[in-house]
Nanobody
Framework: QVQLVESGGGLVQPGGSLRLSCAASGFTLDRYTIGWFRQAPGKEREGVSCISTSDSSTYYTDSVKGRFTISRDNAKNTVYLQMNSLSPDDTAVYYC?????????????WGQGTQVTVSS
């Protein structure tokens, strides 16, 4: 069964850190570009970061540059999002998504999301 599962969310104080994980089953993540998205209450889902499949280039939205780091561990079939210096504005449900061309068709998979709450 093809599945993406996020984990690592939780409640953290402002200035704290969390590391989110996006683990794949049923397919190999290194064939896909992986993106992290987030959706805060009452707001649209926004792209936070992504890592390419070809050369592992990384991209970040301006609001998280210098604070968040995306990485992949192909041996564990997992992508991570290290989040430092968190602020209440980072509170959201975080989702990972895998996109890639495989088996003759374009494939996209979403995880179920993990809640991140930044509050004192």
């Amino acid at each position: 069964q093809v599945q993406l599962v996020e984990s690592g969310g939780g409640l953290v104080q402002p200035g704290g850190s969390l590391r989110l994980s996006c683990a794949a089953s049923g397919f190999t993540l290194d064939r896909y570009t992986i993106g992290w998205f987030r959706q805060a209450p009452g707001k649209e889902r926004e792209g936070v970061s992504c890592i390419s499949t070809s050369d592992s280039s990384t991209y970040y939205t301006d609001s998280v540059k210098g604070r968040f780091t995306i990485s992949r561990d192909n041996a564990k079939n997992t992508v991570y999002l290290q989040m430092n210096s968190l602020s209440p504005d980072d509170t959201a449900v975080y989702y990972c998504k895998a996109d890639g061309w495989y088996g003759g068709s374009w494939r996209s998979y979403w995880g179920q999301g993990t809640q991140v709450t930044v509050s004192s």
